[in-house]
T-cell receptor
Framework: DAGVIQSPRHEVTEMGQEVTLRCKPI?????LFWYRQTMMRGLELLIY????????DSGMPEDRFSAKMPNASFSTLKIQPSEPRDSAVYFC??????????FGPGTRLTVL | EDQVTQSPEALRLQEGESSSLNCSYT??????LFWYRQDPGKGPEFLFT???AGEEKEKERLKATLTKKESFLHITAPKPEDSATYLC?????????????FGSGTRLQVQP
């Protein structure tokens, strides 16, 4: 079975550019989570969706970050404009109800 | 605010040398404590979920236990392939969220 799929796996961009990260959750899962991982702050929740509806976006750093989930099999996290401090590994995870979350391989973002 | 503290930050063992990793938590209404393993360049991989004090789960050389204030991940006769970062996370009732609060992890290195 395919796990959580994320693309791209690596992204290098320049400050000020728009970045879009993509995620396909595991089929049948109804909750989707976006996390960010850095050495300094570890794994932090950015936003999560339940049944395609954003439930908690209190972790989104600022208005430059936005996330959408247009259907049960696709979500995007967009950063516009990007800044060097956004450099991190971004993970998408999905779960069925309150069961364990399964993580994707992550997108390593570098903003120059 | 939920807090999760893991210790030690790093641990180096010889192959076959058993040890334990600690995860202490301060939360309001625990609704699950999760253990994950993370290899370099990959997403966290789910290991265990514990829900109530006294509960234990086992998988191969790993055994997770839970008390009202902390959880232990016991590693019996570890092998080099057990080398990874081990993360614990909690989900609480009063946050009303399905998202997890993660600790900073323990980096385990098992030498042959």
């Amino acid at each position: 079975d395919a796990g959580v799929i994320q693309s791209p796996r690596h992204e290098v961009t320049e400050m000020g550019q728009e970045v879009t990260l993509r995620c396909k959750p595991i089929s049948g899962h109804n909750s989707l989570f976006w996390y960010r991982q850095t050495m300094m702050r570890g794994l932090e929740l950015l936003i999560y969706f339940n049944n395609n509806v954003p439930i908690d976006d209190s972790g989104m750093p600022e208005d430059r970050f936005s996330a959408k989930m247009p259907n049960a099999s696709f979500s995007t996290l967009k950063i516009q404009p990007s800044e060097p401090r956004d450099s991190a590994v971004y993970f998408c995870a999905s779960s069925f109800r309150e069961n364990e979350q399964f993580f994707g391989p992550g997108t390593r973002l570098t903003v120059l | 605010e939920d807090q999760v503290t893991q210790s030690p930050e790093a641990l180096r063992l010889q192959e076959g040398e058993s040890s334990s990793l600690n995860c202490s938590y301060t939360v309001s209404g625990l609704r699950g404590l999760f253990w994950y393993r993370q290899d370099p360049g990959k997403g966290p991989e789910f290991l265990f979920t514990l829900y109530s004090a006294g509960e234990e789960k086992e998988k191969e050389r790993l055994k997770a236990t839970l008390t009202k204030k902390e959880s232990f991940l016991h590693i019996t006769a570890p092998k080099p392939e057990d080398s990874a970062t081990y993360l614990c996370a909690v989900r609480t009732y009063y946050t009303g969220r399905r998202a997890l609060t993660f600790g900073s992890g323990t980096r385990l290195q098992v030498q042959p």
